[in-house]
């Protein structure tokens, strides 16, 4: 069964052809960067535009490249929650849109859940029941995966989510966005114990995180060096930083894990690229004899593979949607709205 997935909530534009869940017969992401790049962040409307402008030429090639037309798709899977509300509605009305005039299904994915996805394309025999560590730039959950679309949230952020936490002290620090990927190359060589931050814990909830003190004392720590005339070691602050993050999301990761009873550990979104985290995990699930299981590079960050694997799952499970489809800002990652 091929399913298109088109992807839209943030600011990739992206479009994939996937045969049952797990062969990606054709991925296409245009970026949006480099509009962004000049604000430092992305701008909500200038997303939902450059969607706009993009989303044709993005599904035509996805099925070019797939060998393929609307004919041999079997139904349309599209992100319609959680993410920016006007970039979700340019893939939500388009995938509608396309519903409507080819007759094929509408399978409506939330996005973290085509996250987790993303390790069914990459690793073709995993299967639930798993533990997953969701970190993206809005979310980072540790998630009970009970079945494709059975999911149980053991623990939360409470504040930032661990993307965002990098992406502010790599502002800080004077990089580029996107500033995760860019704090992730920079710290590579860099001493991690040369700068120290807080590892914050939330009174009453283990597996529960808090990012917003570390960044703080993040941007604290930059302004006041600044303001002192002392300059800030990049690669030492950035390689600090980040296990600082990473540490916080191993220890809960590795805590949930023991306490109900997982051996399989999955990581997921957009942060699942950054080097420290794979290989710290990595150590960990090792300690204990853990299988780990990790998107490739290119799947970890927004793509329409994703999406066209989970929605697979989703239309088997019967999650199909009507035309009076809408796209929601927020919305748990256990919950069907159609
Ligand atoms: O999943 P994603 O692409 O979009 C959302 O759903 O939010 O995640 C984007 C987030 C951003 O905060 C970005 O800085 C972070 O993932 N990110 C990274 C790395 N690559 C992307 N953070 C740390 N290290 C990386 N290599
Ligand atoms: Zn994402």
């Given amino acids: 069964m091929k399913i298109l997935g088109i992807e839209s909530s943030c600011d990739e534009t992206a479009a994939a052809v996937v045969e049952d869940g797990r062969n990606v017969l054709s991925n296409v992401v245009a970026t949006q960067i480099k509009e962004h790049i000049v604000y430092g962040g992305v701008v909500p409307e200038i997303a939902s535009r450059m969607h706009t402008q993009a989303i044709c ?112 002290a790599a502002r800080a620090l004077g990089l580029d966005y996107p500033g995760g990927v860019n704090l992730d190359r920079v710290s590579l060589e860099g001493d991690a114990g040369r700068y120290k931050f807080p590892h914050p814990k939330v009174d009453g909830s283990e597996y529960d995180f808090s990012f917003s003190g570390l960044k703080t004392s993040a941007v604290n720590l930059i302004h006041n060096s600044a303001q002192k005339g002392e300059s800030i070691d990049v690669a030492d602050f950035g390689a600090s930083y980040i296990s600082a993050v990473v540490r916080c999301l191993c220890e809960n990761t590795e805590k949930a894990a023991v306490n109900f009873g997982y051996n399989k550990i999955v990581l997921a979104g957009g942060v699942s690229a950054n080097t420290r985290l794979r290989s710290e995990m990595g150590e960990v699930c090792g300690s204990h004899g853990w299988e780990l299981y990790m998107p490739e590079l290119k799947y970890c960050g927004d793509n329409g593979a994703m999406v066209g694997a989970q929605g697979y799952y989703e239309y088997l499970s019967g999650n199909t949607a009507s035309l009076s489809l809408n796209a929601y800002a927020t919305m748990p990652i256990d919950e069907v709205r159609k």
């Fill in 57 to 168: 030429k993005v599904v035509e090639k996805a099925l070019a490249d797939a060998g393929t037309t609307f004919e041999g798709i079997d139904a349309i899977a599209v992100t319609y929650a959680p993410g920016l509300i006007g970039a979700l509605l340019v893939g939500v009305n388009y995938a509608k849109g396309l519903s409507m005039s080819t007759g094929k299904p509408l399978v409506p994915v939330h996005h973290l859940r085509s996250h987790i996805a993303s390790n069914y394309i990459t690793h073709r025999k995993l299967e639930p029941p798993f533990l997953c560590l969701v970190v993206s730039g809005g979310h980072s959950h540790i998630v009970e995966v009970k079945s494709y679309t059975d999911f149980s949230i053991i623990g939360a952020t409470c504040d930032d989510a661990a993307g965002e936490c990098m992406d502010k």
